[in-house]
Each structure stands twice: as structure tokens, then as C-alpha cells.
């Protein structure tokens, strides 16, 4: 009989025996959600608002902010939703549509990453046609594109996860959101060949990334040392170093996660580093932007000064 028509819901298990410490956790990732979206959504109306930061490096900082504040606005609420209720259920359409934009945004947060790299290694190594080389359109274009990069690619394997037989109803995802391998696991059928294709889809999306990124701080790194005054050399690369930061963050914890053979296999240590990319990163990111950055807090004081 047609299996897959039996499963309409999932059971999301969430975190590993915490179950004692249910309000305080709440309370937490709550915290750490408001203060997510506080700091990217100040991040991207600053970005808006000052004429200061109306560079490619803000305006791709700008994204990220944006593509923050969805990421974890695809995880968190559900999650903490789940703390309150007593049967922690997401319905099947509910769970695909999680695993699709995880992906997705996540992807083209890889890609923007690489641009953002891209843009300060033309602003470093050529500043003198730096202007016309990213000029507004093309920024746009390239921002657009990296959306685009996580959008469409990501579509293939969530139709194929969707089409998946699921034979248990109430078929308990081990994770606190729709990832990909606790998800496959729950599959009543061979899904070797589909965590195969992840696999390669992965590792295209996170190492041609960070190949692109490494190949531009490699450049980046030899221009600055070609500068012959320290204060230059630090100048140069101040406008590196948040990105920098930013980047490590993102690349050690979804190498670790999703650039192995096999998803399934390893689901212990998968929730603890997921906390990194869902909580940690999107919180991180806009104070390691705004506290670095001496123009970011200008135009913040601006912003609060008008309010």
C-alpha cells in the first residue's frame, strides 16, 4: 500500500534529557531569540538609515542581518513552542517546509559569506577601482544571486525528503528542529543514495565557499603585509577581522555538521553544535559587527539620538 500517506505529523524530541530544567531553558533561548532579533534588526536599520554605511561591505552585512533573523525565526519559535506544550508534534508540512528553509538560508548565507570575503579583497587589493567594480547594481546583483544560490538548489533534495515513505505515525524526529539526518533516519526506506547527494550538495555549497573565502584572505593578507607602516597594516585589516571572526564561527560549525557521508549516523554531537549555528552565530554576529566597528556605533548613537 502507499506507506507515505500514513505519516501527517512528526514528534520533535528536542534537547537530550533536559527535561528538568524545561523553564529555565525557556527562558533562555527566548532571551537569546528576542536578543537575536533585536541586535540584527538594529544591524539592518542602521544599514538603511545612515548614509555613512551605504558601502557594499554594510549593504552585505545588511543580508546576513536578514537571512539571521529568518534562520532563526524558522527554528526558535517552534522550538520554544515545544517547551510549553505537552506533545511536542510539527506537522509534516510544517517539518519539510523547516528543513527547506534551514537549508536555504543557511546555503545562501554560505555564499554571501564568500561575497562578503570577495568585496573586501577588492577593497584592499584594488582601491582604486574598487567604486566602479562594486557598484551599487552590482552589489544588488550579487546579493541577489547568493539568495538565489540557497533558494533553488536547496529545492531538489527537499522534494525527494518530502517523497520519502515515513512508515510511523508519530515518528520522533531526534532533534529540536527538522534536520536533515534525524529526519532521514526516520525513512522506511534506503536513503543512502539521497544522503549521498546531501553529502556532495553540502560540500560544493560549504567548500567552494570557503574556498573563495580562503583564496581572498590569502590575497588579502599579502597586500596587508606589503604595507609598510603597522598603523596601515592594522587600518587595512580592521575592516577584516569582524568578518573574519564571523566567518570561523560558521565554517568550523557546519563542516563539523554537514560535510561528512553520513547524516544519520551521529546525532549526539550534531544537536550540540546545531546550538552554535542556530543560537550562537545569529546572536554573535551583529555585536561582533557593531561592537568592532567604530561607524556602526556612531549611527547608532545617531538612530537613538533621533528616536
Excluded at 543557511?106 to 555564499?111: K, Y
Aim: hydrophobic fraction near 50%.
Amino acid at each position: 500500500g502507499n506507506q507515505s500517506s500514513g505519516v501527517t505529523e512528526f514528534v520533535l524530541a528536542g534537547f537530550p534529557n533536559l527535561n528538568s530544567t524545561k523553564a529555565e531553558l525557556f527562558s533562555v533561548f527566548l532571551l537569546v531569540y528576542l536578543l537575536t532579533l533585536t541586535g540584527n534588526v538594529l544591524i539592518v536599520g542602521v544599514v538603511k538609515a545612515d548614509t555613512h554605511l551605504q558601502t557594499p561591505m554594510y549593504f552585505f552585512l545588511g543580508n546576513l542581518s536578514c537571512l539571521e533573523i529568518l534562520l532563526t525565526s524558522v527554528i526558535i519559535p517552534k522550538m520554544l513552542s515545544n517547551f510549553l506544550s505537552r506533545q511536542h508534534t510539527i506537522s509534516f508540512a510544517a517539518c519539510i517546509t523547516q528543513f527547506y528553509f534551514y537549508f536555504f538560508l543557511g546555503a545562501s548565507e554560505f555564499l554571501l559569506l564568500a561575497a562578503m570575503s570577495v568585496d573586501r579583497y577588492l577593497a584592499i587589493c584594488c582601491p582604486l577601482h574598487y567604486p566602479l567594480l562594486m557598484n551599487g547594481a552590482v552589489c544588488f546583483r550579487v546579493a541577489l544571486a547568493c539568495w538565489m544560490g540557497g533558494i533553488f538548489p536547496v529545492l531538489g533534495p527537499t522534494v525527494a525528503v518530502a517523497l520519502l515513505p515515513f512508515c510511523e505515525q508519530d515518528a520522533v524526529v531526534q532533534h529540536f528542529f527538522c534536520d536533515s539526518g534525524p529526519l532521514l533516519r526516520l525513512a522506511c526506506t534506503d536513503t543512502e543514495k539521497l544522503e549521498e547527494t546531501d553529502f556532495v550538495l553540502a560540500s560544493l555549497v560549504i567548500v567552494s565557499s570557503l574556498m573563495i573565502t580562503a583564496v581572498s584572505y590569502g590575497h588579502i593578507v599579502l597586500a596587508v603585509l606589503r604595507i609598510p607602516s603597522v598603523s596601515g597594516r592594522q587600518k587595512a585589516f580592521s575592516t577584516c577581522t569582524s568578518h573574519l571572526m564571523v566567518v570561523t564561527l560558521f565554517y568550523g560549525s557546519a563542516i563539523f555538521l554537514y560535510v561528512r557521508p553520513s547524516q544519520s549516523g551521529s546525532v549526539d554531537t550534531n544537536w550540540a553544535v546545531t546550538v552554535v549555528t542556530t543560537f550562537v552565530t545569529p546572536l554573535m554576529n551583529p555585536f561582533i559587527y557593531a561592537l568592532r566597528n567604530e561607524r556602526v556605533k556612531e549611527a547608532l548613537k545617531d538612530m537613538f539620538r533621533k528616536v
